[in-house]
């Protein structure tokens, strides 16, 4: 998947550039005909204008008698040439084919010139250096073209690479996650070990952790838009119901967890508290230290899971309710639960506040009147 996902963003990129390229190349060949036909233009007119000029230079002199010098018509900018009537030069350069060149014959005979023809030898110039500037040009704008194309590309794909590698970890850790109480199962499930009452308690705890990976797994990718079931729950009584498989947990790294609890209620999916506070719980007895110390409280509606644990960097307080997000990886875990409770205290509606220091962490749910 991944090396598919690199080749259809390559072939994305060249397609990109390459038509980009041939568009701007497109866009600056038009741009260079018009400019190159306009200075024909120009060119052509002015030349004509020289040409119109000598013509009545020579129409003047002759009707006022008077003898004309024609090097006095040589203006330095064109070359011209004055021909008779038989096509003989009378005076002026040498006329080369492969130049402009503008062809007058308004003289009519006067001192003898039929036809004046003028050249241009400096549009070749013109012409080279109108290519130089295109070309550089281009190269400019597609070099502007480029850089910004990179920087959108970079730009729109980051959060794609970051999600996609957050998909790669999240697969790894929840093989892991599996993995390991798939492990202490197959390890405890034969009739020698089933004698020692520590293998029995190890396959329900990773029985339990088994269930409780499916049931986040459930609730995050399959649960969507399905029908919840609402009822006034009494808080203090699905609190309690947990507790055993929590406090079996919690003994194995000799946590203790202490509990003081009033008889609050809330309208909510039974299900949905049930995960909302055995994702608090989990944490708060993953990411504790060896001896450490749970305080759940409930009191008018406000539930309180406090640890003392190692604590959340301030930098990442803003991302811990991120999907796949890890703040450390001390401890298992794919980073589902706290976006699991996230998500139940928006959908009804609670306030969610998480206080954290080196001391531990502490989550509050205001759960209203």
Not at 92 to 97: A, F, L, P, S
Not at 100 to 126: C, Q, Y
Request: hydrophobic share 40%.
């Amino acid at each position: 998947m991944r090396y598919e996902n690199k080749s259809a963003l390559k072939r994305f990129v060249l397609f990109y550039f390459g038509s980009t390229f041939i568009l701007l190349g497109i866009i600056f060949f038009l741009i260079y005909r018009m400019q190159l036909e306009s200075r024909y233009d120009l060119t052509n007119a002015q030349m004509r204008n020289f040409s119109f000029a000598l013509s009545s230079q020579i129409i003047n002199a002759h009707m006022q008698g008077k003898k004309l010098d024609f090097d006095s018509l040589k203006n330095g900018r064109y070359k011209f040439a004055l021909y008779d009537k038989e096509g003989h030069r009378l005076f002026g350069d040498m006329i080369e084919n492969d130049k402009i060149t503008v062809t007058d014959k308004s003289p009519l005979g006067h001192l003898g010139v039929w036809k004046i023809v003028v050249e241009d030898d400096t549009f070749a110039a013109h012409k080279k250096a109108l290519q130089q500037r295109i070309l550089l040009g281009f190269l400019l704008a597609y070099l502007v073209i480029m850089l910004v194309g990179y920087y959108l590309i970079r730009l729109f794909t980051k959060p794609i690479e970051e999600a996609r590698e957050r998909i790669d970890s999240f697969v790894k850790d929840t093989t892991h996650e599996l993995n390991t109480p798939v492990t202490a199962i197959m390890m405890s499930a034969n009739p020698e070990a089933l004698k020692n009452p520590k293998n029995i308690e190890r396959i329900y705890l990773s029985a339990r952790r088994i269930g409780e990976l499916y049931k986040d797994l459930t609730y995050i990718f399959l649960e969507e838009g399905t029908q919840k079931r609402k009822e006034m729950v009494l808080l203090k009584e699905e609190i309690e119901g947990l507790m055993g498989y929590f406090e079996l947990l919690a003994s194995k790294k000799c946590i203790s967890i202490s509990l003081d609890l009033d008889e609050s209620t809330f309208m909510i999916d039974r299900e949905d508290f049930k995960r909302l506070f055995s994702n608090l719980l989990s944490n708060a007895i993953k990411y504790n230290k060896v001896g450490g110390s749970v305080t759940i409280t409930l009191k008018e509606g406000r539930l309180t899971v406090k640890d003392s644990g190692i604590g959340i960097p301030k930098a990442k307080l803003g991302k811990i309710f991120d999907k796949y997000y890890r703040a450390t990886t001390q401890a298992g875990g794919f980073g589902m639960g706290l976006s699991i409770v996230e998500k139940i205290c928006r959908e009804y509606g609670l306030d969610l506040d998480v206080h954290s220091d080196e001391g531990g962490t502490e989550f509050v749910v205001r759960f209203g009147a």
